[in-house]
T-cell receptor, first 108, second 114 residues
Framework: KNEVEQSPQNLTAQEGEFITINCSYSVGISALHWLQQHPGGGIVSLFMLSSGKKKHGRLIATINIQEKHSSLHITASHPRDSAVYICVPMDSNYQLIWGAGTKLIIKP | DGGITQSPKYLFRKEGQNVTLSCEQNLNHDAMYWYRQDPGQGLRLIYYSQIVNDFQKGDIAEGYSVSREKKESFPLTVTSAQKNPTAFYLC?????????????FGSGTRLTVV
């Protein structure tokens, strides 16, 4: 069993829809990163969080340490949000555990 | 602002040539890392360094070499021994103090060997 599970693996939605990407992990962690990677592009760090909720523009990330679960939400989605979103927990030894990513496509 | 600079963003090399990817950080982070990503795959750890003049092999170190002569710099050399060097390479650094806790990521270098 993978230590990090993201769902869904692929998501296609219409512009304007509310998007939720889920991340579940099986190990104790000290923090969790959400990253964004556009097709053929580089990595952009969206959030690092260890509790509660963080918001940046139309992006919201939440984490529940007790339930070992984090979610990334996108409000009023736009085609430019089309990218791969990667959940990356950081374990208690500061090592990253990479999720496989969720490929999001937003259609106009 | 502090951050990590990877250069170049895109790199093309002929087969059989060594190539060095640059990674510089001004975050005063002790630890630095190199990851590789193949199309449709997750990232895998190549090498990491917890302190200057010391580094450790990750999961896929064969065909790669690194150095850590300065705290700010952690260059990765892709040698001709690497059988499939075409990939996306990501550098990261991490800190553990209150001032610089967590990971910071470079934007990546996409290497194509022809």
């Amino acid at each position: 069993k993978n230590e990090v599970e993201q769902s869904p693996q692929n998501l296609t939605a219409q512009e304007g829809e509310f998007i939720t990407i889920n991340c579940s992990y099986s190990v104790g962690i000290s923090a969790l990163h959400w990253l964004q990677q556009h097709p053929g592009g580089g990595i952009v760090s969206l959030f690092m969080l260890s509790s509660g909720k963080k918001k940046h523009g139309r992006l919201i990330a939440t984490i529940n340490i007790q339930e070992k679960h984090s979610s990334l939400h996108i409000t009023a989605s736009h085609p430019r949000d089309s990218a791969v979103y990667i959940c990356v927990p950081m374990d208690s030894n500061y090592q990253l555990i990479w999720g496989a990513g969720t490929k999001l496509i937003i259609k106009p | 602002d502090g951050g990590i600079t990877q250069s170049p963003k895109y790199l093309f090399r002929k087969e059989g040539q060594n190539v060095t990817l640059s990674c510089e950080q001004n975050l005063n982070h002790d630890a630095m890392y190199w990851y590789r990503q193949d199309p449709g795959q997750g990232l895998r750890l190549i090498y990491y360094s917890q302190i200057v003049n010391d580094f450790q092999k990750g999961d896929i170190a064969e065909g790669y070499s690194v150095s850590r002569e300065k705290k700010e710099s952690f260059p990765l050399t892709v040698t001709s021994a690497q059988k499939n060097p075409t990939a996306f390479y990501l550098c990261a650094s991490s800190g553990r103090t209150l001032e610089n806790y967590g990971y910071t990521f470079g934007s990546g270098t996409r290497l194509t060997v022809v």
